[in-house]
């Protein structure tokens, strides 16, 4: 009894140490597996998580991907995008918005973006405000904050030219809205222009907004309605006689009327009057940048590179023809300004009352190049002689480029403004437009 007693006591004492080697095996085992499953928990957070930093809501995207805007998301903030050098005032006191000196993410030629252009905003001077829609909702709202062109040091709150920065994802340049109302203005050039003259009297603004000693050349981006949007853009050339720019009566204006349509609306401060030891010269690098400017600026302001047009006055009218007579060139590809490796050639232009300085002969040359020409002349202009039209629709016609001569018997000089109620010719963008669709020039 005794001896049996005993070994039952030995068999429980040989299973009990048996058992306590098990759990001794089984314990590193299940330890492993949680480690094994918390690695696996980890490594999809982090696949997760980088995920959605790329692709922030539509309030970061704004502040923090468009580092010029200066207001709200989607409520009417400025504008974002502009010029690199931003010299953080605006002529008014306004702040001027950060920018980008490349172009616009090297939508065409595979220019890397640097960082965005810095646009000003300002108000039309003399209530002048653009009456276009805003941006559609999804749109950062871009007001475009107080205050004209001013005088002296006029120039002091304008930045670089520039394009845009890429977007959340890398693969372009971030979408930058038009203005809300009134307009941004940024500088043609990254630093001073071409044969700065450093010792111009101060650009000067008379009560009608007309500009006069322009030597640091600007582009003002107007208001347009996105929700109708062409995809074309116009670059107005003010007239004035290369002594002034007629700002309101021919740029602001002609916003008023496309930008509701859906067409870009820009236009163009060249240099005039004391701004230049020689004004024609400047104005033609002027319009040369102005072009190249915009269609830098395409991927990120919603236009297509080969529907970037101009729309002339006068002076403006002989800067154009100058432009399209062999003064254009399809860009330098070997620039470091990747703005400068962008065409300067329009892809249409329309030519009010074309002034070759009161001549009544054509000086113009033009080549088996010049884009298609839409001329409209009153024939009871006096200042500028239609001869000079007739004779330049003539020269297109011999060298068969597509051209449109557009003639209205009275409204001298002043015949083609559009927000003159008096004008006979003021609603000559109603035969144009369509003009340029029948030729499969704009959509």
């Known amino acids: 009894m005794k001896t049996a007693a005993l070994g039952q006591v030995f068999l429980m004492l040989a299973l009990g140490s048996c058992t306590s080697s098990m759990k001794a095996a089984n314990g590193p085992h299940s330890s492993d597996d949680g480690a094994s499953v918390e690695a696996t928990s980890n490594d999809l957070m982090s696949d997760v998580s980088p995920h959605d930093a790329k692709e922030p809501l539509d309030s970061e995207t704004s502040d923090s991907m ?55 905003g300002g108000t039309a001077p003399e209530g002048g405000t653009p009456d276009a829609p805003g941006p559609s909702a999804d749109a950062a709202g871009a007001e475009a904050g107080a205050g004209g062109t001013g ?68 582009i003002r981006r107007y208001p347009m309605d996105e929700s109708k949007s062409t995809g074309a853009a116009f670059v107005v050339f003010p007239g004035g006689g290369y002594t002034g720019l007629d700002f309101e009566t021919h740029a ?15 236009g163009l401060k060249y240099r005039v009057g004391g701004g230049s030891s020689n004004v024609e010269r400047d104005a033609l690098l002027d ?5 190249r400017l915009v269609r830098s600026h395409a991927a990120e302001w919603g236009i297509a590179e080969n529907r970037i047009g101009v729309i002339s006055y006068s002076a403006g009218s002989d800067l154009d023809m100058r432009l399209v007579a062999g003064g ?24 009010m009352c074309t002034w070759a300085h009161g001549g009544t002969t054509s000086p113009y040359k033009f080549t088996a190049d010049t ?38 018997p009275t409204g ?22 369509p003009w340029l669709r029948t030729n499969n020039l704009i959509p």
């Open 66 to 120: 468009r580092p010029d805007l200066a207001g709200g998301p989607t409520d009417g903030g400025t504008v974002d995008s502009a010029p690199s050098d931003a010299a953080g005032v605006s002529t008014d006191g306004g702040t001027i918005d950060s920018a980008s000196s490349d172009a616009p993410g090297g939508a065409t030629d595979g220019g890397t973006s640097d960082s965005p252009p810095a646009e000003v």
């Open 151 to 218: 005088g002296a040091g006029a120039d002091a709150g304008l930045s670089d030219a520039a394009s845009g920065a890429p977007d959340a994802a890398g693969d372009g340049p971030a979408h930058v809205p038009p203005p809300a109302t009134g307009y941004v203005e940024m500088k043609l050039y990254d630093g001073d222009p071409p044969n700065l003259l450093r010792n111009a009297p101060a650009e000067q603004v008379s009560s009608n907004g007309s500009i006069t000693n322009v030597s640091v050349p600007t």
């Open 252 to 266: 602001t204006a002609l916003a008023k009327r496309l930008g509701p349509l859906g067409f870009a609306v820009f």
């Open 287 to 291: 319009a040369n940048r102005a072009i």
């Open 328 to 351: 254009s060139d399809p860009g330098k590809p070997t620039a470091t300004d990747p703005v400068e490796r962008k065409s300067s050639r329009p892809d249409f232009v329309a030519s």
């Open 371 to 408: 884009p298609p020409v839409y001329l409209c002349h009153a024939q009871d202009d006096t200042t500028a002689p239609i001869a000079v039209a007739n004779q330049i629709d003539q020269q297109l016609q011999t060298l068969h480029i597509l051209e449109h001569l557009e003639v209205y």
């Open 412 to 433: 001298g000089h002043s015949a083609f403004h559009v927000g003159d109620p008096n004008a006979p010719g003021r609603n000559w963008p109603d035969k144009y437009l």
